[in-house]
């Protein structure tokens, strides 16, 4: 079965500061995707940045960019110019080609002004 | 607004009552999913629908649970005589899946359960 592991339950930044969280899964298929949510307290969870474990580029959205790592099974996320906006719960997930995804148990990102 | 919808966005009940919610997907996504969500864990799968098609259920699904698709649109998960261990969110997402899968899905605003 399929597992995603996030082994920093907190982290805080500096405004302004950039951030990395890790994220980490387990999985015996080579297709699949990546994807990083982010859920601001009691707000609706939204997709940040997708990868497809086929491209071996990552990917980037503005800000929020991913190093994804497929022989060693990483996939963390970069913050840069972290901004106050950016406080929230962040999941990293794992999704095969037509199945669910699959969750860790995230991070809590602070923003420190 | 063209989001996925979910209704109520709060609900109060007691043990051993039964509650419906609903969820209305993004127009013509085809993939509908449910998800529960426990206070600071990451959201579990509970089952997902194919148009109006059922496709798979998780083991957390229990015999109280159950969850329709009718015509393919909105969706209902029923809880029949509810146990406060299922006070949690309750996540419906919905994406549009092709022959090659891997769409993104998209989440509701969630239902917040409470069972006293």
């Known amino acids: 079965a399929q597992t995603v592991t996030q082994s920093q339950p907190e982290m805080s930044v500096q405004e302004a500061e950039t951030v990395t969280l890790s994220c980490t899964y387990d999985t015996s298929e080579s297709d699949y995707y990546l994807f990083w949510y982010k859920q601001p307290p009691s707000r609706q969870m939204i997709l940040v940045i997708r990868q497809e474990a086929y491209k071996q580029q990552n990917a980037t959205e503005n800000r929020f960019s991913v190093n994804f790592q497929k022989a060693a099974k990483s996939f963390s996320l970069k913050i840069s110019d972290s901004q106050l906006g950016d406080a929230a719960m962040y999941f990293c997930?794992?999704?095969?080609?037509?199945?669910?995804?699959?969750f860790g148990k995230g991070t809590r990102l602070h923003i420190l002004p | 607004d063209t989001g996925v919808s979910q209704d109520p966005r709060h609900k109060i009940t007691k043990r051993g009552q039964n509650v419906t919610f609903r969820c209305d997907p993004i127009?013509?996504?085809?993939?509908l999913y449910w998800y529960r969500q426990t206070l600071g864990q990451g959201p579990e799968f509970l089952t997902y629908?194919?148009?109006?098609?059922?496709?798979?259920k998780s083991r957390l699904l229990s015999d109280r649970f159950s969850a329709e698709r009718p015509k393919g649109s909105f969706s209902t998960l029923e809880i029949q005589r509810t146990e406060q261990g299922d006070s949690a969110m309750y996540l419906c997402?919905?994406?549009?899946?092709?022959?090659?899968?891997?769409?993104?899905?998209?989440f509701g605003p969630g239902t917040r359960l409470l069972v006293l």
């Open positions: 127009s013509e996504h085809n993939r």
């Open positions: 997930a794992y999704r095969s080609a037509v199945d669910k995804i699959i």
């Open positions: 997402a919905s994406s549009n899946e092709g022959l090659a899968g891997g769409e993104t899905q998209y």
């Open positions: 629908f194919q148009n109006e098609a059922q496709l798979e």
